[in-house]
T-cell receptor
Framework: GENVEQHPSTLSVQEGDSAVIKCTYS??????FPWYKQELGKGPQLIID?????GEKKDQRIAVTLNKTAKHFSLHITETQPEDSAVYFC???????????FGTGTRLTIIP | GAVVSQHPSRVICKSGTSVKIECRSL??????MFWYRQFPKQSLMLMAT?????????EQGVEKDKFLINHASLTLSTLTVTSAHPEDSSFYIC??????????????FGSGTRLTVV
């Protein structure tokens, strides 16, 4: 099965600064790369995703970059705000199946 | 947008009893539904995948006789934890995949169910 790792596991950032979380996966045939935000006691919410034919995608303060050769993709959050504090998961999907494999998670704390 | 409703949000049950959790896609037809389990401060672990009208496919190590999944319609899947024990206490989350080309047949997650077995 797919092995997925995230780094760092915890990240504290001053409000207004940028945060970057990296996700490394093992299945070279993976073709869908989403990032989810999970707040305490709730289910994950999709914040941005990218497909294998695109290298970068941006949505306001959030961006995702994909390096298929190196098998990693990253979440970039700019101008961080206190409400960005949460746990973030990457969940790449392998080719030919519908299953998402969740990464180990990153707890992001924005310091006011 | 796509909405998935999961009930109950919290449940406490006695050891040995069974608990049913419902997952409904409210505004789209879900071709596939997924059930996850999440322990505190850990990631989501996939338990099983279900398609409407067919038997669920369980991940390795998940007891199918203990975690019964019924995907009776394109908008409803249920997970029943049978003969629950304290070690079954966890956060259970469902996800539904469906929609249309506009939504890229994306994955929408329910809000989760906190199960406590006493």
């Amino acid at each position: 099965g797919e092995n997925v790792e995230q780094h760092p596991s915890t990240l504290s950032v001053q409000e207004g600064d940028s945060a970057v979380i990296k996700c490394t996966y093992s299945d070279s045939a993976s073709n869908y790369f989403p990032w989810y935000k999970q707040e305490l006691g709730k289910g994950p919410q999709l914040i941005i995703d990218i497909r294998s034919n695109v290298g970068e995608k941006k949505d306001q303060r959030i961006a995702v970059t994909l390096n298929k050769t190196a098998k990693h993709f990253s979440l970039h959050i700019t101008e961080t705000q206190p409400e960005d504090s949460a746990v973030y998961f990457c969940a790449p999907r392998g080719f030919g199946n519908e299953k998402l494999t969740f990464g180990t998670g990153t707890r992001l704390t924005i310091i006011p | 947008g796509a909405v998935v409703s999961q009930h109950p949000s919290r449940v406490i049950c006695k050891s040995g009893t069974s608990v049913k959790i419902e997952c409904r896609s409210l505004d789209f037809q879900a071709t596939t539904m997924f059930w996850y389990r999440q322990f505190p401060k850990q990631s989501l672990m996939l338990m099983a995948t279900s398609n409407e009208g067919s038997k669920a496919t369980y991940e390795q190590g998940v007891e199918k006789d203990k975690f019964l999944i019924n995907h009776a319609s394109l908008t409803l899947s249920t997970l029943t934890v049978t003969s629950a024990h304290p070690e079954d206490s966890s956060f259970y989350i469902c996800s539904a995949r469906g929609g249309n080309r506009e939504t890229n047949y994306g994955y929408t997650f329910g809000s989760g169910t906190r199960l406590t077995v006493v």
